[in-house]
């Protein structure tokens, strides 16, 4: 298990839902996704090495959680903007994480 963190520094994470409105291949990558993803009136840039798990157009249209407050970084020469939220099994496999009912996008996790 990871160190454990206060609930102030837990309140510092901004989670929201996102809804992919389009992913595509980073070119001559052979891991990485680049999504955009709509919070409401707001959209921004991620970049995730979820090609082996997911095909690009899979991700399109689906609402998943984001954290949007981390650092901005480039990723192959891309800005990544926020940063898709994923659980990976002991055998590797892995699910990006999605609300259970349809929240609006742009709607805050915690």
Known sequence: M?????????????????????????????????????????????????????????LVGKKCVFLINLQHRLLAGIESQCMILAAEDTEGNVSVLQPEKDIPEGSKVG
């Open 2 to 58: 990871s160190e454990k963190i206060s609930f102030t520094d837990f309140e510092k994470l901004d989670l929201r839902i996102g809804k992919i409105v389009e992913a595509i291949q980073v070119p001559n990558s052979k891991k990485l996704i680049k999504i955009t993803a709509a919070f409401g009136d707001e959209k921004r840039q991620a970049v995730a090495g979820l090609l082996k798990y997911y095909k690009p157009e899979e």
